[in-house]
């Protein structure tokens, strides 16, 4: 018989998950609160590490390129569009920082496609409070009722399987970000990200036809306003014109916000009892970084290599839970950590003499160490599959 999961979220880490543990032959479910699957219509750069990830789940390099618009990183400019850090368009320097700019809504829907495919059972309007963790040698898991071998707890920065297991609830960034997908201009071809006091812009190619932009600014939590898109445009008031004109390209009605939570950090462990913690609902960093979908990915497949390969193999599932932790949790940490600084010398970073010193000192960091800390973030490849002992 073989061994059963339940994946709690249906998101792009709670498909990832699902997907790996049905292909090393598993039966999952998945159960999402929402009435229906889906994800908002905002965009996504997707890494290297991303793309391998992806690749370890059974999608091609052509199959990830036809997901978007293969991209790259440019670096970074002032609020004004004059240059803090210019990334060379050289063949080493791109594939550093190579991206595809994807809509998150045609990411989650080709994951979504491929659990069914595999045999992954969705269901949806199912709310999950509580989880019992169980034993990883005895008690079997419970969520919502479904017993099961393993839960997957893929529920996102509020996630309720985190708060049972660790008592853990995220902290307000202090920042609020806008979102948008809008008609894509010609010159827009690569990640484009601008810097100002308390706040950054970036416009990125999605399709061949579409563009994605976001404002992360600082902001009260829980700040509404009755016109959202004139509140972008107030707060991008005297930047670049590119900016003024991505926002005016908005339809109305396109335009998202939310407040930004994280989890500084990380869960304390990334396991406990049958329980794997995966995504935001693991380590919630900073959007800073950029790596929020890419390390769920990388923790989806993880599961998979590391947990559900050696179990269907008849290995041990306390074994195989150690090994995921020990594999994520540095890592991830590390991201975090990064995500943290980056905001520091970023976006977070307040106005007058801050901002001449900060892009002063960045004119001067040499392209190579650009690279070598793209490398060191995004140079991940997925690890073999963990045999049984």
């Not at 997907?19 to 009435?35: F, H, I, K, N, Q």
């Not at 920082?97 to 080709?110: D, I, P």
């Not at 005895?138 to 985190?162: F, K, M, N, Q, Y």
Request: hydrophobic content about 45%; some cysteine.
């Amino acid at each position: 018989m073989a061994p059963s999961a339940v994946v709690v979220g249906g998101g792009i880490a709670g498909l990832a998950s699902a997907l790996a543990l049905a292909g090393t032959g598993w039966d999952v479910t998945v159960l999402e609160r929402s009435a229906e699957l889906g994800e908002v219509g905002a965009g996504v750069a997707l890494s290297r590490n991303a793309v391998a990830a992806l690749g370890g789940l059974g999608f091609s390099d052509d199959d990830v390129a036809a997901l978007g618009a293969p991209t790259r990183a440019e670096g970074t400019r002032r609020s004004d569009g004059s240059p803090i850090l210019t990334i060379p368009d050289t063949a080493a320097s791109s594939v550093a920082v190579a991206l595809v700019g994807v809509h998150r809504g045609r990411l989650h829907g080709a994951l979504l496609a491929r659990a069914r495919a595999a045999g992954v059972t969705i269901e949806t309007g199912t709310r999950v409070d509580d989880v019992a963790p169980g034993g990883p040698d005895g008690r079997p898991a419970v969520a919502a009722g479904h017993e099961a071998d393993l839960i997957v707890g893929a529920d996102g920065v509020r996630s309720a399987t985190r708060s049972a297991l660790f008592g853990l609830s995220p902290t307000y960034s202090r920042y609020s970000s806008w979102r948008a997908i809008v008609p894509r201009e010609p010159q827009v071809d690569t990640l484009r990200q601008y810097w100002g006091p308390h706040a950054e812009f970036g416009v990125m190619p999605v399709s061949a036809d579409e563009a994605y932009w976001y404002g992360y600014v600082r902001m009260p939590e829980g700040r509404r306003f009755a016109d959202e898109a004139a509140a972008a445009r107030g707060r991008f008031a005297g930047w670049a014109d590119d900016v003024a004109r991505t926002i005016d390209l908005t339809a109305p009605g396109a335009l998202l916000r939310h407040d930004v939570y994280s989890l500084p950090g990380g869960a304390p462990s990334y396991v406990r009892g049958r329980v794997a913690l995966v995504g935001d609902a693991a380590h919630a960093f900073l959007p800073t970084m950029g790596q929020g979908a890419a390390t769920a990915l990388e923790d989806g497949l993880c599961v998979g290599l590391l947990i559900g390969h050696p179990v269907a193999r008849g290995g041990s599932l306390a074994a195989a839970l150690a090994g995921y932790d020990a594999a994520r949790r540095p890592r991830c940490r590390a991201l975090g950590r990064a995500a943290r600084m980056s905001a520091v010398i970023g976006s977070h970073l307040g106005g007058g003499v801050r901002q001449r010193l900060r892009n002063g000192l960045m004119r001067l960091t040499p392209a190579s160490l650009v690279g070598a800390g793209a490398d060191a973030a995004m140079g991940w490849r997925p690890p073999a599959p963990t045999e049984p002992a």
